[in-house]
């Protein structure tokens, strides 16, 4: 269960705060996990009190005092100054509720301590909006996952970006959260395996490229000051069955602030990837990368991995965009739910 809570700030901070929070059932199985980017909204959270001595925000813009940290805190409110992130877990787990689907919630740092359960209770994961930062943990028990068939759905962009560690505090595990970036060399344990680095996973030291994972990647230069239209490529796959999509259909303004590319052909074929489906796309001349939105099957059990490619996937407002959503999920946790026929 997903649950926002507010809380009213005191002193130099006031004003209202949010803190989210999952309510897991360690007992339960469920078709579909849904890995909501908590990391990722502590990246960017400047809410601070500087009482534990750590950072801000990863990010200098959204710092108070106009400096980027290379570790910060958890065990904080939220104050949304540099994500939407946190609206996007919102508008996903209001679609999935009023369809009655069949999920649990888990976050990075759950997955980091107990990925290793997936296979054996549940059959997809997807994971919802800007997802930018994960740990090694997790990079490792998604792939994992993905070559015992598990499904992988990732809907938004920016995914699996930046390699993460985290640490304790006061005794605390998972109360702190340390990611160097360009600065990996001032990493103690970077300097002892630069694979542990806390940078890019496409960097030299850590060399785990995303796209091994799910067919599309993420670069700096993939970032548009407003949304634009996506063009429907092919209708062929499965999941594109009562979308009403035909090929040349436009869905407007669908590509966001920040979408996926796939890298070339021989690129695919090296990381096995030669079934790879390209579904739709945007075209940016010789400016930017194309977008690309895509599916492959994962040998050796032929599980899907579906990317939406687009931050602004997450909005749902195309009906055509929310069946093809619905039927991922039906694909993706091989469940025979009754939308996948009738609408």
């Not at 897991?24 to 534990?52: C, E, I, M, P």
Request: net charge neutral; with cysteine; aromatic share 10%.
């Amino acid at each position: 269960m997903f649950q926002l809570t507010g809380l009213d700030a005191a002193g130099s901070e006031q004003g209202q705060r949010f803190v989210p929070f999952i309510v897991r059932d360690d007992a339960r199985q469920a078709a579909v996990l849904v890995k909501l980017g908590f990391s990722t909204d502590q990246a960017y959270n400047g809410w601070h009190d500087g009482a534990d001595g750590l950072g801000q925000s990863l990010y200098a813009h959204t710092s108070k005092d106009g400096r980027k940290a290379l570790k910060i805190s958890l065990l904080r409110p939220h104050d949304f100054g540099g994500t939407a992130s946190l609206d996007h877990l919102i508008h996903m787990d209001g679609f999935l509720d009023r369809h009655g689907l069949d999920v649990t919630y888990t976050t990075g740092a759950d997955i980091d301590a107990r990925g290793v359960l997936i296979p054996s209770r549940n059959r997809a994961v997807l994971f919802v909006g800007h997802d930018e930062y994960w740990s090694k943990n997790e990079r490792d028990y998604i792939d994992a996952a993905r070559g015992s068939g598990v499904s992988l759905i990732f809907w938004g962009a920016n995914q699996c970006y930046r390699q993460v560690r985290y640490e304790e505090y006061l005794g605390m595990p998972y109360a702190v959260m340390a990611c160097f970036k360009e600065s990996w060399a001032q990493d103690p344990v970077a300097k002892a395996n630069p694979r542990l680095a806390t940078t890019e996973f496409r960097s030299a030291q850590v060399d785990r490229l995303e796209w091994h994972m799910i067919g599309t990647y993420f670069h700096p230069n993939n970032q548009l000051g407003s949304s634009v239209d996506m063009r429907i490529e092919s209708v062929a796959d499965v999941v594109m069955q009562g979308t009403d999509f035909k090929v040349g259909d436009v869905v407007p303004k669908i590509v966001g602030y920040q979408y996926h590319t796939i890298p070339m052909p021989y690129q695919l074929t090296y990381a096995g990837l030669t079934n790879l489906t390209v579904l739709a796309g945007a075209e940016f001349g010789t400016a930017k990368p194309p977008m690309r939105m895509t599916i492959y099957r994962a040998s050796p059990h032929n599980n899907a991995v579906f990317s939406a490619s687009t931050i602004d996937s997450v909005k749902l407002e195309h009906p055509g965009m929310q069946r093809l959503l619905l039927n991922v999920l039906a694909e993706a946790s091989q469940s025979s739910y009754s939308w996948r026929t009738s609408r």
